[in-house]
């Protein structure tokens, strides 16, 4: 291996917006994510949808079920 071109390896903490931390090694200092494995719907088996200014209500007003008059 070459020395002085590889990255350095360091011990990390990652920080989730639920609140969990986790330890790690990286070559970044801290990482800071939205969404990790404790809240993610498909480790959880829980559905969450995150309406960003309407979107949801839009799409079932356009593609949700239309009764007959």
Do not use: W
Not at 6 to 33: L, M, W
Not at 39 to 55: E, I, S, W
Request: a positive charge; proline letters at 3%.
């Amino acid at each position: 291996m070459k020395q002085g071109i590889h990255p350095e390896y360091n011990k990390t903490k990652i920080h989730c917006a639920c609140g969990f931390e986790s330890n790690t090694g990286s070559t970044r200092n801290d990482i800071s994510v939205e969404i990790c494995s404790n809240c993610h719907p498909f480790y959880t088996g829980k559905q969450k949808l995150v309406d960003t200014a309407g979107r949801v209500e839009r799409f079932r007003r356009k593609y949700g079920t239309k009764t007959k008059s």
